[in-house]
């Protein structure tokens, strides 16, 4: 779920939704289902710094360094 066209429907969500902040996580380990893929930390933080830049809502991502 990180293509793309994904995140930026995912960055639509949340301009419609406004939380007062985003929290992105990865799983650590390999999930069974074939359509969950594990992002490494620099996709997070890449996901976080265009998340904040567009929706003007904070973005933090957690994993672990």
Known sequence: NSTSEEIKAYFKIIELIRPAEVHLY????????????????????????QGSSRTGIPFRAFYRK
Do not use: C, F, M, N
């Open 26 to 49: 990865t799983i650590e380990r390999v999930y069974p289902h074939s359509k969950i893929e594990v992002l490494s930390g620099k996709q997070l933080d890449l996901i976080a710094e």
